[in-house]
């Protein structure tokens, strides 16, 4: 059986969901500073149904069929208020396709798809972000046009010791 992409619809929410816990295991499993509410994760299905409601949001699923879905792409419009131009960008929030599935183009497909309806909007520049210990992603998204823009740093703040600040 062949793998239709289509919009998501609110059948898709459970297997939706599932991929979703997937791809949170798989970041939280690559680089220990990963760390997600898994109570929300749990939730998926409940943020997913306004997700698919929303009209600056679009959800792609490649379909195997009989309600299995192998892969999903989510995509919205975010605003920039730091001044950048242009104010409003396309943004890939989630792209995953189950590991069987990767390089026979169906990511292609979905983000060809994205790419119209970024257009549609009038969106002239699409970004994301990828965890940059997840080389195999970051590979993908070179392979599929995206360059570096911008690197985000991260700092973990440890709890101040008491007794140890000048005047103590």
């Given at each position: 059986m062949?793998?239709?992409?289509?919009?998501?619809?609110?059948?898709?929410?459970?297997?939706?969901a599932?991929?979703?816990?997937?791809?949170?295991?798989?970041?939280?499993?690559?680089?220990?500073?990963?760390?997600?509410?898994?109570?929300?994760?749990?939730?998926?299905?409940?943020?997913l149904?306004?997700?698919?409601?929303?009209?600056?949001?679009?959800?792609?699923?490649?379909?195997?069929?009989?309600g299995i879905?192998?892969?999903?792409?989510?995509?919205?419009?975010?605003?920039?208020?730091e001044?950048?131009?242009?104010?409003?960008?396309?943004?890939?929030?989630?792209a995953?396709?189950?590991?069987?599935w990767?390089?026979?183009?169906?990511m292609?497909?979905?983000?060809?798809?994205?790419?119209?309806?970024?257009r549609a909007?009038?969106?002239t520049?699409?970004?994301?972000?990828?965890?940059?210990?997840?080389?195999?992603?970051?590979a993908?998204?070179?392979?599929?046009?995206?360059?570096?823009?911008?690197?985000?740093?991260?700092?973990?703040?440890?709890?101040?010791?008491r007794?140890?600040?000048?005047?103590?």
């Amino acid at each position: 059986m062949g793998v239709q992409v289509r919009p998501a619809v609110d059948n898709d929410i459970p297997e939706l969901a599932r991929m979703v816990g997937e791809m949170a295991a798989y970041h939280e499993s690559i680089d220990d500073r990963v760390r997600f509410d898994w109570k929300e994760i749990r939730a998926a299905g409940r943020w997913l149904k306004l997700v698919l409601e929303r009209d600056h949001h679009a959800v792609w699923v490649a379909d195997h069929g009989e309600g299995i879905l192998v892969g999903y792409l989510w995509v919205h419009l975010r605003r920039l208020r730091e001044g950048y131009q242009p104010p409003v960008v396309g943004y890939i929030s989630h792209a995953f396709l189950e590991e069987h599935w990767r390089g026979k183009g169906l990511m292609r497909q979905m983000l060809d798809i994205a790419y119209d309806w970024f257009r549609a909007k009038g969106m002239t520049v699409v970004t994301l972000g990828v965890n940059h210990r997840n080389w195999p992603g970051s590979a993908a998204w070179y392979k599929l046009g995206f360059q570096d823009w911008s690197h985000e740093r991260r700092l973990e703040l440890k709890p101040k010791v008491r007794g140890n600040e000048p005047g103590f």
